[in-house]
């Protein structure tokens, strides 16, 4: 195993680390909802959820970064990079960056702001390493079509919207603004780009696809994305401007997102029916991310794209449910792409993690989204048009919160499992 390698498998050993830390402390912010706190957690939950928020956030983007530098790597005959002094030192600086970010929630310094809870000083750090490691990546590629310039497109994306959380305003509606622009482009629009070249890198590992038809496609679902993800973004403007164009652009939505999701699913159907013989578990998670992508960005996002709708439903639980089931796709796209680059370095064809935990995650994640799904509409039912008040609404919606609970549980000890089958098939240096 090459030094780059170890570098990127660093990067998926920090993912990991952060995943079993935000399940966990979902786990404890959950607890809160299901009346008395059996646990006695002296958290206050708005504590809890960003930390968690801050560690599933910093967990992808650590996971696209080691995949970037791997699937660069793996496009040269050497499986190196020719910078990598430098490779290492940036991976340094990003463990510190996660070190650091892990305490700042500890410690309850995280910023106010939902989606962009970091301190700048921090955001700084991540924008630095970001840069570096898309400069080294593109600089390195060698045939690999375009799926590591994609996967560099989304990662540029997320660097502006970093740039743009970082801009200063002392209006506090301009403020507003500009956050929601820059959550937009991390969350819906850089990560779902960079997870569109992650799928199709694992069709080029699990399948008989052509490099032609690979080409064509990676670059034509991830301009599909990115208009998908302009349109999440613009739905979340219609309670910051009151313009009717705005909304009736946004509309457009309720019939582009499902078409848009069902095209990329189109493509992993076109990979997925003509398998080679590959045994790594790359296709059953990328068959995963793909489903969340649609349950996500296709279903909620075409509801939350009417106007009239989302102004009932934002801010409820089918508001967090839609940006957890888009987060958790391109999860699973990282642990598809995880089996197989640690079986490619094992030099093995085999399975790295087994069934099991693939199947606690998908049914944790699915399970528990049903049962959120169901508690958000209770919500909107009950609080939204009853006018029902919100303490009230959340202690009759405790039933739901227990089967939202037991896929929180399931998806714990997914992460659980497979985090233990990762380190018990850890390749070893030669």
Partial sequence: MTRTQKIAYGFFVHTILLLIGHVILSLIGAVKFLGDDPLAVSLPYHQVNAFASVLLHLGILSGLLGSGVYMAASSRAENRFQE????????????????????????????????????????????????????????????????????SVGLALYAAGVIAGLIPTSDFMQDRMLRALAVGLQLYIAFPIAAVSLAFWLMHRVSNITPLWAEMGVNVVAGFVALAGALLTLSTFYSLIESEGIRALGSIGVVVLPVV?????????????????????????????????????????????????????????????QLTLMQFAVVALLLGVFNQAVAEMRGQNRRITGLMPFWLVTFGVVGGGVALAAAGVAQVYLERLLSVGYLETQTLMIPLYIFWFIGLV?????????????????????
Wanted: aromatic content about 10%.
């Fill in 84 to 151: 990598e002094r430098l490779l290492l030192y940036t991976f340094r600086l990003w463990s510190l960056v996660a070190i650091l970010g892990f305490l700042a929630g500890l410690l309850g310094l995280l910023e106010g702001r939902s989606g962009l809870e970091l301190p700048p000083v921090l955001d700084i750090g991540v924008l630095i390493v970001v840069v570096l490691i898309v400069i080294m990546a593109l600089r390195n590629s060698r045939g690999m079509s375009s799926i590591v310039p994609v996967w």
């Fill in 261 to 321: 999701y069902l095209i990329f699913a189109s493509h992993s159907y076109r990979a997925l029916s003509d398998r080679n013989t590959n045994a790594t578990l790359g296709a059953q998670w990328l068959a995963l991310g793909v489903l969340l992508f649609l349950l996500g960005g296709g279903l909620l996002g075409a509801v939350g794209a009417l106007s009239n709708v989302r102004d009932f439903t934002v801010g409820t639980r089918l508001s967090d449910l």
């Fill in 410 to 430: 399931l998806l714990a000890f997914g992460v659980l499992v497979y985090a233990l089958g990762f380190w018990a098939r850890r390749p070893m240096g030669r």
